[in-house]
């Protein structure tokens, strides 16, 4: 069993970067860790992935604006979002996976909520 836990959400402003942190009970070098989304009312959305490789995968929407990268020591993978926009207003999930990016994941944290203000 893996337990992940998000971190750093909050509320920011429009423009802001936030950075999000999943942290792991357990090395995630051999796996996909992915982040998604989901915003009120709507479904969960893939947001990027880095892969196990170390190669990383963004959504289309929001490619120019997301960095992910990954501290295996520290067994976190970070989620940076830059220019944020209030349609970013979501609670942020990241999932632990081991045969595609695409899924299926096997864990899931409890999420972190970031809220933007225009």
């Known amino acids: 069993q893996v337990q992940l836990v998000e971190s750093g959400g909050g509320l920011v402003q429009a423009g802001d970067s936030v950075r999000l942190s999943c942290a792991a009970s357990?090395?995630?070098?051999?796996?996909?860790v992915g982040w998604f989304r989901q915003a009120p009312g709507k479904d969960r959305t893939f947001v990027g992935a880095?892969?196990?490789?170390?190669?990383?995968m963004f959504s289309d929407s929001m490619k120019n604006r997301i960095r992910i990268s990954r501290d295996e020591a520290k067994r976190t993978v970070d989620l940076l979002i830059e220019d944020l926009k209030p349609e970013d207003t979501a609670v942020y999930y990241c999932?632990?996976?081991?045969?595609?990016?695409?899924?299926?994941?096997?864990?899931w944290g409890q999420g972190t909520q970031v809220t933007v203000s225009a």
């Open positions: 999932g632990l996976g081991s045969v595609s990016y695409r899924g299926p994941y096997d864990y």
């Open positions: 880095i892969m196990r490789s170390g190669g990383v």
């Open positions: 357990q090395g995630t070098f051999l796996r996909y």
